[in-house]
């Protein structure tokens, strides 16, 4: 493929990390404005202050917590293949292709987005240009960084990562290459010793 049609896919790939959240928010922006708003479904004032005071930190603080660490996890294991597959490392390349970010970590990033949108869109605004705009951010942050951890977390699998890859990597079985590099290794400490 050709270098010049390899960056435009990946500008493609980036501005559909960028578009698809944006054109989801403003989906849940209109529900929001012409559901929940329109038909006075949020929290009274008191309640609010009480979600706000203690449901909102402790809520921000985990999500804050555990999107980091799920974003820097994905990124790492990115910059590793990326790197293996540079260098022309099969074994870095095999150890790393099929981790993935435990199935828990993406649930522990995913209630808490869940209930920080529900907390943004059961708030009551006084104003509808400002309650838009907490909605529409609250939900674009939120949507965007789920696109870019599994973006990070699956980019070997992309189309325009794959042609980079030695064809014959792709069918490569990860047991049986290290099984033999062990039984190898093994056979020659055997030697040795003799």
């Known amino acids: 493929m050709a270098r010049g049609t ?6 493609y ?24 708003n329109d038909w006075g479904l949020y929290f009274d004032k008191d309640t609010e202050t009480s979600l706000l005071e203690v449901l909102l930190p402790l809520v921000g603080f985990t999500y804050v917590i555990f999107a980091s660490i799920a974003v820097n996890s994905a990124f ?30 993406h649930v522990l990033v995913a209630i808490p987005s869940l209930i920080l949108l529900f907390i943004a869109l059961t708030h009551h605004y006084d104003n509808n240009g400002v309650g838009t705009a907490a909605v529409y951010a609250v939900s674009l942050v ?12 699956n980019d070997h699998k992309r189309k325009h990562f794959r042609n980079q890859i030695p064809e014959h990597w792709h069918n490569l079985n990860p047991d049986e290459l290290f099984v033999k590099a062990h039984v190898n290794t093994a056979r020659h400490r055997r030697q040795a010793v003799l």
């Open 6 to 11: 390899e960056k435009k896919n990946r500008n």
């Open 142 to 153: 939120i949507l965007i960084t789920l696109a870019v951890i599994n973006e990070l977390d």
């Open 13 to 36: 790939r980036v501005a559909g990390v960028i578009v698809i959240p944006a054109l989801i928010s403003v989906a849940i922006t209109l529900f929001w404005k012409f559901v929940l």
């Open 76 to 105: 790492d294991r990115y910059k590793t293949i990326r790197r293996s597959v540079a260098r022309r490392d099969v074994h870095t390349y095999l150890e790393h292709r099929d981790q993935h970010l435990p199935a828990l970590l």
